[in-house]
């Protein structure tokens, strides 16, 4: 009777074993897949994180040259000190394998560092005045970029605002 019974399974155990492997087979291939495209998004960020630490990097150096600048004009002039596209600031160490990050002035902003008028004047309990000389904030329009090692770029647009005596 026994060989009566397995006459009539016919390979079914067989059939059901392929259908999960096969079903065990997809999920593991997605699986893969998912991770596959997990590192890619993840290697996006890292590369688009750096641009934007070195944009960062260069508007803290726009800022001290700010600080390090003379008097406003009317028309005042681009720091010529400024590292542009052509010669960027390189952030890292020259023997990093990965590359290094750097900055330079924003070249669609036709003045990347420049004057941007005064702040607003200050009317009640703020009067700035130090050895008679009294002092107004004003307005620095900073744009840089940053790049990544692979070129991804950052673009950075800050209003800064610095100390100058009323009148210059």
Same mark, same amino acid.
């Given at each position: 009777m026994?060989t009566?019974? /397995?006459?009539? =399974?016919?390979?079914t155990?067989l059939?059901?074993s392929m259908?999960?492997?096969?079903?065990l087979?997809?999920i593991?291939?997605?699986?893969?897949?998912?991770?596959s495209r997990d590192? !890619?998004v993840?290697?996006?960020?890292?590369?688009? !994180?750096a641009a934007f630490y070195?944009?960062e990097a260069g @508007?803290?150096r726009?800022?001290?040259?700010?600080r390090?600048m003379? =008097?406003?004009?009317?028309?005042?002039?681009y720091?010529?000190?400024y590292?542009?596209?052509a010669t960027?600031v390189m952030?890292? %160490?020259?023997?990093?394998?990965?590359?290094?990050?750097s900055?330079f002035a924003d070249?669609i #902003? *036709?003045?990347p560092?420049?004057y941007a008028g005064?702040g607003s004047?200050? *009317?009640?309990g703020c %009067? #700035?005045?130090?050895?008679?000389?009294?002092?107004n904030?004003?307005?620095?329009? #900073?744009n840089?970029?940053g /790049?990544s090692?692979e070129g %991804?770029t950052?673009? #950075?647009e800050?209003?800064?605002?610095?100390?100058?005596a @009323?009148?210059?």
């Amino acid at each position: 009777m026994a060989t009566k019974n /397995r006459r009539h =399974e016919r390979g079914t155990a067989l059939v059901v074993s392929m259908l999960l492997l096969v079903l065990l087979t997809s999920i593991g291939m997605a699986a893969l897949q998912t991770v596959s495209r997990d590192r !890619q998004v993840a290697g996006h960020q890292k590369r688009s !994180q750096a641009a934007f630490y070195a944009a960062e990097a260069g @508007v803290a150096r726009a800022r001290e040259l700010v600080r390090q600048m003379g =008097e406003r004009t009317e028309a005042p002039t681009y720091p010529t000190d400024y590292p542009n596209q052509a010669t960027p600031v390189m952030l890292a %160490d020259a023997g990093d394998p990965t590359g290094q990050p750097s900055f330079f002035a924003d070249p669609i #902003i *036709t003045e990347p560092i420049g004057y941007a008028g005064e702040g607003s004047p200050c *009317t009640e309990g703020c %009067d #700035i005045t130090l050895g008679g000389v009294q002092y107004n904030h004003t307005r620095w329009r #900073i744009n840089v970029v940053g /790049r990544s090692p692979e070129g %991804d770029t950052a673009r #950075i647009e800050v209003m800064a605002t610095r100390l100058l005596a @009323v009148g210059y």
